[in-house]
């Protein structure tokens, strides 16, 4: 798989977690992604409001996440 980095910041190699996340909130085919702060800074959250999420998503079986 091709390492993906964070479209604004450039951080290096965005976890499962994030890629799931961005397509789960912004777009199934979206292909500049966010990592989690610049993603949290997008939507106007906090970045843990965003890890609470994942969780969520997780627990509900979303296969979008690890």
Known sequence: MQRVDCFVCRKLGLSNNEIGL????????????????????????????????????KAEGCPLFD
């Not at 966010?34 to 993603?39: A, F, G, M, R, V």
């Open 22 to 57: 961005n397509k789960k909130l912004l777009d199934q085919n979206i292909t500049q992604l966010y990592c989690i702060d610049c993603l949290a800074d997008y939507l106007e959250v906090t970045a843990e409001e965003l890890l609470n999420m994942i969780e969520v998503f």
